[in-house]
């Protein structure tokens, strides 16, 4: 890698920094901060998919939080400028190859990337770029150029929402907060109402949008990685009720801590006959954070806890359960529009978009992959299990949707029917 070159390329790009005037702070780009951007698209095209270096350096340089989102804030009357800004996001965002080397670095760089994003007013900007294309989607003068910038935004999208995976030896607690905070984001700047317009024209749109039906899937896989139907339609009941979210997620919260307790204590007392001669002096870190000190045997229930904790200045260590209060709000928050959101689904493009993936997996089209027909199962049964869900908590009994169900192949291999019964969300 020419480390000199893409350090003078990225030098190009700009600068953002404080107006001494208004105390804000403005992006001044580059001379060349055009060329700059597309010499950095060909270092990231030519980039060693195994190793990452480009993208593991210009993470290191924090390229994207201060450069990358700054054009896009910043420069948006530079539209060619914003465009190919997003496009090298695009490529930094790509999902980690499984045989590349230093994944939880990588994982590590594509959150922070997130975070970036999430706190940014990027998302309105990018988003802004589809109003051009959508008009011609409606008039029906849908172009290839338009075909090509909603693909690139699509991808990008992808891409963000594909960062699920949390690294070892960290707390899920943040990683899935910022998770919500980016859906959240995503109804707030009316993505997702854009996803369920464009998956409803895909047989229109001169055949353009045909194209980008496995894109399409994966960005409702993605949406929904990590949720449960079953609590997405409990989310829409609970909200009509009275209690409040934080209440209702804190009671949710105790049950399962109760439940954990009982099974660690009978654990505990079934080992306790191996080690009844075990003593000594230890330290135990609470539910909440603090740290207790006990004498003797830890298996033994009885046995009293040392009253001072280890804080310099008495002052207790117990934390607040979530971390942040705004949590179950927030979490409350996101189910309900997930719940909103997958109904418009089935009532709009679900059918259509199915069917045409259906159709590209039976005639074992050549884009066709066993990763794309995974993928296919997962959000089949997602919807199936959610639809079943709602029937059985329905107080009124409702015609439910007409749910398009894929049917076993009769080219399916016994193998990928296995592969598909022990994959999970």
């Known amino acids: 890698m020419d480390m000199e070159g893409l350090s003078g390329i990225c030098a190009s790009l700009g600068i953002l920094e404080e107006d001494q005037t208004t105390n804000q702070m ?30 593991k350096q210009v993470c290191r340089w924090n390229i994207v939080s201060k450069n990358l989102i700054p054009i ?5 009357r530079d539209r060619n400028l914003v465009l190919n800004a997003v496009k090298v996001l695009v490529f930094l965002s790509m999902p980690i190859e499984p045989s590349s080397s230093d994944i939880p670095q990588q994982m590590e760089y594509l959150w922070n990337m997130k975070f970036s994003v999430t706190s ?17 989607l409606e008039c029906e003068m849908f172009s290839e ?9 699509l991808t990008f999208f992808r891409n963000i929402l594909a960062i699920q995976d949390i690294p070892s030896l960290q707390k899920a607690g943040q990683f899935l907060s910022l998770r919500d905070r980016f859906l959240e984001l995503l109804f707030r700047e009316n993505l997702m ?39 997405l339609v409990k989310a829409r009941l609970m909200g009509s009720e009275e209690g409040g979210d934080a209440k209702a997620c804190i009671d949710d919260l105790k049950s399962i801590m109760e439940e954990e307790a009982k099974k660690r204590r009978v654990s505990r007392f079934q080992r306790a006959n191996r080690h009844s001669q075990f003593s000594g002096t230890f330290t135990r870190l609470t539910m909440g954070g603090s740290t207790v000190v006990y004498k003797g045997n830890p298996n033994n229930s ?53 069917k045409s993936v259906h159709e590209d997996i039976e005639k074992e089209h050549h884009t066709i992959q066993k990763g794309d027909i995974i993928v296919f199962f997962k959000v089949a049964e997602f919807v199936s299990s959610f639809q079943y869900h709602k ?22 291999t016994d193998k990928l029917v296995e592969t598909l019964k022990l994959v999970s969300w």
């Open 391 to 412: 029937c059985l908590t329905s107080k009124v009994r409702t015609t439910p949707h007409l749910l398009f169900l894929p049917s076993r192949h009769p080219r399916s």
């Open 120 to 136: 940014s007013d990027a998302v309105a900007v990018i988003v802004s770029l589809l109003e051009g294309p959508l008009e011609n």
């Open 302 to 354: 009885s046995q009293n806890a040392l009253l001072k904790s280890h804080n310099s200045h008495g002052i207790s260590t117990q934390k607040n359960v979530w971390g942040n209060r705004d949590l179950p709000s927030m979490r409350k928050k996101v189910l309900a529009l997930l719940h909103d959101f997958l109904n418009q689904f089935l009532s709009g493009g679900y059918n259509v978009l199915m």
């Open 193 to 231: 109402d854009l996803v369920l317009v464009i998956t409803q024209q895909i047989c229109g749109s001169r055949g353009y949008l045909r194209q980008d039906n496995l894109l399409l899937l994966e960005n409702f896989h993605y949406i929904f990685m990590g949720q449960e139907p079953e609590l």
């Open 26 to 55: 403005v992006y001044t780009k580059g001379e060349h901060s055009l060329d700059a951007l597309k010499d950095l698209l060909r270092f990231l095209r030519r980039d060693d998919p195994q190793t990452r270096e480009v993208f």
């Open 145 to 153: 150029d338009d075909w090509k910038l909603l693909q690139l935004v």
């Open 72 to 76: 896009i804030e910043h420069c948006q």
